[in-house]
């Protein structure tokens, strides 16, 4: 089954480091998007892309966050300079459609820890 | 007001018996239904959707859906150990313009055996 492929699975950094986290969504899915869970909390969406360019962001996607998808396999969330509540878990997931057909399917996370 | 309510549980379940979940949401201008379930360190994986009111079963899984009353449900039918996860509920709005999909914040389940 597609899988959608996240790197690295934990990334530890320090406050004010600049983190790239990738992601390969599946190889026919047109929609991407980015969440984030802090620990104990709930699932909450970051950026939506398609068609090469940000569709919807969230409160939470300031400035210091930004999305590309340099080629035509991966897709990259980077943030630029990490605060210590940056720290939680980021689902990528992509969708082939529109999300309220198809809902999602998510990549397995990485864990950023930022000290 | 939240914009998608799930009771955090923890539901305790026998082996075998059913386990039943409950979801509202506010916007009632939403369309389409999502039940994930995640295991404790893992990503949601997708158990069923559901876009129109009435019953949608697949194995032992039902989701329900009332529009009317901004009310969908999931059951499990034959609970088993494995099914012990948190169950989240997930909303596609009209509002959201990217296709995202809002979440609850999860009900665990715990079936016992």
């Known amino acids: 089954e597609p899988e959608v492929t996240q790197t690295p699975s934990h990334q530890v950094t320090q406050m004010g480091q600049e983190v790239i986290l990738r992601c390969v969504p599946i190889?026919?899915?047109?929609?991407f998007y980015w969440y984030r869970q802090i620990l104990g909390q709930k699932v909450e969406f970051l950026v939506s892309?398609?068609?090469?360019?940000?569709?919807?962001k969230s409160e939470i996607f300031d400035d210091q966050f930004s999305v590309e998808r340099p080629d035509g396999s991966n897709f990259t969330l980077k943030i630029r300079s990490t605060k210590l509540e940056d720290s939680a878990m980021y689902f990528c997931a992509s969708s082939e459609g529109p999300s309220g057909f198809y809902g999602y399917t998510f990549g397995s996370g990485t864990r950023l820890t930022v000290v | 007001q939240k914009e998608v309510e799930q009771n955090s549980g923890p539901l305790s379940v026998p082996e075998g018996a059913i386990a039943s979940l409950n979801c509202t949401y506010s916007?009632?201008?939403?369309?389409?239904f999502f039940w994930y379930r995640q295991y404790s360190g893992k990503s949601p994986e997708l158990i069923m959707s559901?876009?129109?009111?009435g019953d949608k079963e697949d194995g032992r899984f039902t989701a329900q859906l009332n529009k009317a009353s901004q009310y969908v449900s999931l059951l499990i039918r034959d609970s088993q150990p494995s099914d012990s996860a948190t169950y989240l509920c997930a909303v596609n709005s009209l509002k959201a313009a990217g296709n995202k999909l809002t979440f609850g914040g999860g009900t665990r389940v715990l079936v016992k055996p």
């Open positions: 559901i876009y129109s009111n």
């Open positions: 892309f398609y068609n090469n360019e940000i569709s919807e």
């Open positions: 190889s026919n899915h047109l929609y």
């Open positions: 916007d009632r201008g939403s369309q389409s």
